[in-house]
T-cell receptor, first 113, second 113 residues
Framework: GAGVSQSPRYKVAKRGQDVALRCDPI?????LFWYQQALGQGPEFLTY????????KSGLPSDRFFAERPEGSVSTLKIQRTQQEDSAVYLC???????????FGPGTRLTVL | DQQVKQNSPSLSVQEGRISILNCDYTNSMFDYFLWYKKYPAEGPTFLISISSIKDKNEDGRFTVFLNKSAKHLSLHIVPSQPGDSAVYFC????????????FGTGTLLAVQP
């Protein structure tokens, strides 16, 4: 079946702009995760949803970052007033409990100028 | 504090030989470990995993070994193929947590023809 998809694949924003990144998980996957990957680093956890409930947002770096999954399927990660340090690849992953394996999308590369 | 460490940034191996990628962790509460492979401009692809109650898991050319007393795991690829050239990430999940993964910084594997 189809894997995790993300859009856009690339986004260039001017500092101060708001951006919205979309994730379509694997159909039927209950759990959805967002990660941030800086250059040369491993992915770092941002937030986690189980269906529409956001159960963990401990990794969000500031209150400029906001994520939602209103119908328990598609999720959007929004970054307000982008800063240069927000430049990174944003990865979305989904899984189907009780399995622990997460399947990742291709990511969105965000560049803030 | 880096809880999952991949101390070798890169590894070069001849085609047909064994590749051994290493990963160390510090938290004894990790109960599940995964290896992901990542090509440029793509998301991480799940490769193989192991539960903390096991010490070995094998899938074709890939074998993961877990040494809990040493807090060390390794990925063996035999025989190595040029298509295996990629960045390999080790990841771990905390018992009882929200299933978020904690990643190492990755090892770039180059398989020479």
């Amino acid at each position: 079946g189809a894997g995790v998809s993300q859009s856009p694949r690339y986004k260039v924003a001017k500092r101060g702009q708001d951006v919205a990144l979309r994730c379509d998980p694997i159909s039927g996957h209950v759990s959805l995760f967002w990660y941030q990957q800086a250059l040369g680093q491993g992915p770092e956890f941002l937030t986690y949803f189980q269906n529409e409930a956001q159960l963990d947002k401990s990794g969000l770096p500031s209150d400029r970052f906001f994520a939602e999954r209103p119908e328990g399927s598609v999720s959007t990660l929004k970054i307000q007033r982008t800063q240069q340090e927000d430049s990174a690849v944003y990865l979305c992953a989904s899984s189907l409990p009780p399995a622990d394996t997460q399947y990742f999308g291709p990511g969105t590369r965000l560049t803030v100028l | 504090d880096q809880q999952v460490k991949q101390n070798s940034p890169s590894l070069s191996v001849q085609e047909g030989r064994i590749s051994i990628l290493n990963c160390d962790y510090t938290n004894s509460m990790f109960d599940y470990f995964l290896w992901y492979k990542k090509y440029p401009a793509e998301g991480p692809t799940f490769l193989i995993s192991i539960s903390s109650i096991k010490d070995k898991n094998e899938d074709g050319r890939f074998t993961v070994f877990l040494n809990k007393s040493a807090k060390h795991l390794s990925l063996h690829i035999v025989p190595s193929q040029p298509g295996d050239s990629a960045v390999y990430f080790c990841a771990a999940k905390l018992r009882g947590a929200t299933n978020k993964l904690i990643f190492g910084t990755g090892t770039l594997l180059a398989v020479q023809p």
